[in-house]
């Protein structure tokens, strides 16, 4: 394999590294702007995407589709249970108390899933059983369009959710003001659970579509988060589209240090990225000082 | 001494419960190493009360200073011969300086920042013990890591149980003091509101650096204790799971005081060995717990159970 063909390989993979840590990002940043709140189980959601799917579509043999559907559902009820006992109940909690709250919940889900799977990794057919792609002399796997094609999508959904339907509109508007959102007759309350539905969602999705890649396994998820939100905080936390951006920034930065400088070192390339933001400057590369004032996707 | 009396007296009774403990169950092996355990947990949750309780700041990297005593006394003593001292010097020494140069941007951050910046940290470090093979053996750990001894007399048992609550009791001492002296005002002035304790002239974020290298400093000389006394490290000891494992001690046995911590230290310590039935339910039942303290006693047990208390005698 030539160098060139080398680096596209690592841009490839990186890209579709990216498109998880973007969406895991993403689901950060919906929570985030309708609460105020990190969840730190947001990881825990992509874990659950790829096991439940592995049931569906792997165990149950489900058609593709079907198994989608119902993953998505399935983690998405998560989500909102996860809202209606744990985050619903608090009222006027410490900041302690909401950052242990999303930290139990992910350690419960964690706990969940290795007394459902026990601890060994699972593996998923690729969507789709054709061969590999030859692309200037990088081998290409064809899950890897699934992952971009469907990231894209999500991501694109999402952005159309929020600028153009009434209901997304009412969340962003939460974010800017509850208060206000209240007066105006907005169920803020009801907005927040739509949040944890939507960012469950979309962390199922991602698990869906990584595990024919990845493998998966009930511990993966505190990384995945961490990484997400290194990708939140580098686009500007409460940026949708700097987020995303950034995942995929994230996501090739890690590929090419994991290929160029050592495989061994790869996981920590994000989390340096993630506290030289934070110390340098905490409203990441693209959120300006005054957006993220104002939390706006 | 700033030292209130009741604080005095459930020192002496610790002490007193600890002195006699070994006598009690006949030296039993068992018993003695889950108390030590409980007492390097205990060490470390101090340290991360005062920063939790007092200065309002959250770590999810407090297993990294507890790797970092625990592998500076392993390295120091099995890769170049020195004595378990200088380990342990060292250690605090390393710690401090870490913490020190962590902390000095990452308590600029408030709330899920800081909890996210002090995670992505322990990650870090994590990643290194693994990775800096030649120094930490990497993921097979580091083994024959040799016991303290005074003299010729090793310390094993019952006089290393006494030295560990020995340091325990000594720090919850020191701690207490600082709690009640101009320090601990100008913390809980800090916790109470930040920009109120500036106007007062508390120099916050002096007073939270301060207390966040105290607290790796704390966390070091567990972590140093911890692998003389079982003689074999590996990183695993050393994840996120033990920082957090670490901050639900103190969180369930409750921020409001020090004594949370300790409570937390004994009741988290003791647990997994009546769970350890359940296996596959560790893990489980250890987010169920959390979750239910959270949601049900958010003042952590010890506040739950004297108030459930002061309900009983008031009702009967």
């Known amino acids: 394999m030539t160098f060139a063909s080398q680096m596209i390989q690592y841009l490839f993979t990186g890209l579709t590294l990216g498109s998880i840590y973007a969406l895991v990002a993403l689901g950060f940043t919906m929570i985030y702007n309708a609460t105020g709140i990190i969840n730190l189980a947001q990881g825990e959601f992509v874990m659950l995407g790829g096991l439940v799917m592995v049931f569906f579509a792997a165990v149950l043999?489900?058609?593709?589709?079907l198994g989608l559907l119902l993953t998505i559902l399935v983690v998405t009820l998560v989500g909102v249970i996860f809202e209606r006992l744990a985050i619903h109940p608090l009222k006027e909690a410490s900041l302690i108390t909401l950052i242990m709250i999303t930290l139990a919940g992910s350690i419960l889900f964690r706990g969940g899933a290795m007394f459902l799977w026990g601890k060994d990794p699972y593996a998923l057919p690729a969507f789709t059983q054709s061969r590999p792609v030859q692309f200037l002399g990088a081998t290409l796997q064809a899950q890897i369009f699934w992952v971009l094609g469907i990231t894209v999508f999500a991501v694109a959904g999402v952005h159309f959710f929020f600028n153009r339907t009434l209901i997304g509109k009412a969340i962003t508007a939460c974010a800017f003001n509850p208060?206000?959102?209240?007066?105006?007759?907005?169920?803020?309350?009801?907005?927040?659970?739509?949040?944890?539905?939507?960012?469950?969602?979309?962390?199922?999705v991602a698990g869906a579509i990584i595990t024919p890649i990845t493998l998966m396994e009930y511990d993966r998820g505190p990384l995945l988060a961490l990484k997400g939100f290194a990708a939140a905080v580098l686009g500007g936390l409460g940026s949708g589209i700097g987020s995303v951006l950034a995942g995929f920034i994230i996501g090739i930065l890690e590929s090419f240090g994991a290929g160029l400088i050592s495989s061994g070192y790869k996981d920590a390339i994000a989390l340096l990225v993630l506290l030289i933001i934070l110390w340098v400057k905490p409203t990441g590369i693209l959120g300006s000082e005054e957006e993220s004032g104002l939390k706006k996707f | 001494m700033l030292m209130k009396r009741k604080d005095l007296s459930i020192i002496l009774i610790i002490a007193f419960v600890i002195g006699v403990f070994p006598w009690l169950t006949g030296k039993n092996e068992y018993f003695i190493s889950l108390l030590v355990f409980m007492g390097i947990n205990a060490m470390i949750t101090l340290g991360l009360s005062l920063l939790m309780g007092y200065a309002g700041q959250i770590s999810l990297g407090h297993a990294a200073f507890f790797g970092l005593g625990a592998y500076s006394s392993g390295i120091l003593t099995v890769q170049y011969g020195l004595s378990p001292v200088a380990g342990f010097v060292f250690g605090i020494l390393l710690s401090a300086a870490v913490a020190y140069l962590v902390g000095i941007p990452t308590l600029r951050l408030k709330g899920h920042y800081m909890a996210v910046a002090t995670l992505g940290f322990g990650e870090i470090v994590f990643i290194l013990f693994n990775e800096l093979s030649f120094l930490t053996g990497g993921p097979s750990g580091l083994s024959g890591i040799p016991a303290l001894a005074v003299g010729d007399l090793p310390l094993e048992g019952t006089a290393y149980l006494y030295l560990v609550w020995g340091l325990v009791l000594l720090l919850l001492l020191f701690s207490l003091n600082l709690i009640n002296s101009r320090v601990g005002r100008a913390l809980r002035a800090v916790h109470g509101s930040e920009?109120?304790?500036?106007?007062?002239?508390?120099d916050a974020s002096l007073y939270k650096i301060q207390v966040f290298v105290l607290s790796a400093v704390y966390a070091s000389m567990g972590g140093s204790l911890y692998a003389h006394f079982i003689s074999f490290i590996s990183p695993s000891s050393f994840s996120l799971m033990f920082s957090i494992l670490?901050?639900?001690m103190v969180v369930v046995g409750g921020t409001e005081t020090i004594w949370g911590a300790i409570l937390g230290a004994a009741v988290l310590t003791l647990l997994p060995e009546y769970l350890r039935g359940l296996e596959d339910f560790e893990v489980l039942a250890y987010g169920a717990i959390l979750m239910a303290v959270l949601l049900f006693m958010p003042k952590g047990i010890l506040e739950g159970f004297q108030r459930l208390w002061a309900r009983a005698q008031g009702g009967s």
């Open chain 1, 179 to 204: 208060l206000a959102a209240r007066l105006i007759g907005i169920n803020v309350r009801k907005m927040v659970l739509l949040s944890f539905a939507l960012s469950a969602a979309v962390g199922a």
């Open chain 1, 61 to 65: 043999k489900m058609p593709l589709y």
């Open chain 2, 195 to 202: 920009l109120a304790a500036g106007a007062m002239g508390v």
């Open chain 2, 246 to 248: 670490l901050l639900m």
